[in-house]
């Protein structure tokens, strides 16, 4: 079931404080989204959410116009809304295959999911770096002229700050 709403934000936004409005703007959406569509679970979409804080959280608009969509899905029904003329993200879930028996309660005392999380994390940021040195091969030649530049700035900081306090000490000895 696919319905297009235009709901009026300004009357309900008026009355939080300003630091709080597109925060109530938000919640007001999804409390119209709830009365009209009788589901209590409203997801927004990206592009919606997107216009609501574009002017910042003091600053919302005064109405939005938007396309909403029922969806019946295995774990629960719910309302996805988005702007009007926006293609509609299909929202992917992650399926978790648990395992049975002491072999599943040990990954869940060690934490191995965290682990492999962590270590996927590695793989991406060294393939990351990899395609940088691929992209620019000059970046390490460049890095390292950059860190003999600051090298010799802290080498010129260390002289300026040895003449000052030598100069400062022969003025206090004359004295």
Do not use: C
């Not at 299909?90 to 049975?100: I, P, S």
Request: no cysteine; hydrophobic share 30%; aromatic share 6%.
């Amino acid at each position: 079931m696919e319905r297009t709403y235009i709901i009026p934000l300004r009357k309900e936004y008026q009355k939080a404080p300003l630091y709080k409005r597109t925060k109530k703007a938000v919640a007001a959406t999804k409390a119209f989204l709830q009365k009209h569509m009788k589901t209590p679970n409203v997801k927004l979409g990206r592009h919606l959410n997107m216009k609501l804080w574009a002017q910042g959280y003091r600053h919302p608009p005064h109405k939005v116009e938007v396309s909403v969509e029922l969806i019946k899905d295995k774990d629960g029904d719910y309302v996805y809304a988005e702007l009007v003329g926006v293609k509609k993200e299909t929202l992917k879930r992650e399926k978790v295959e648990k395992k049975t028996g002491i072999a599943g309660k040990l990954d869940e005392f060690r934490g191995k999911d965290s682990v492999q999380a962590e270590h996927k994390a590695e793989e991406v940021k060294a393939e990351e770096k990899a395609i940088k040195e691929l992209q620019n091969p000059k970046a390490e030649s460049q890095n390292k002229v950059a860190a003999e530049k600051m090298d010799k700035k802290k080498d010129m900081k260390d002289r300026t700050k040895n003449i000052f306090s030598d100069s400062n000490k022969q003025q206090r000895s004359k004295k």
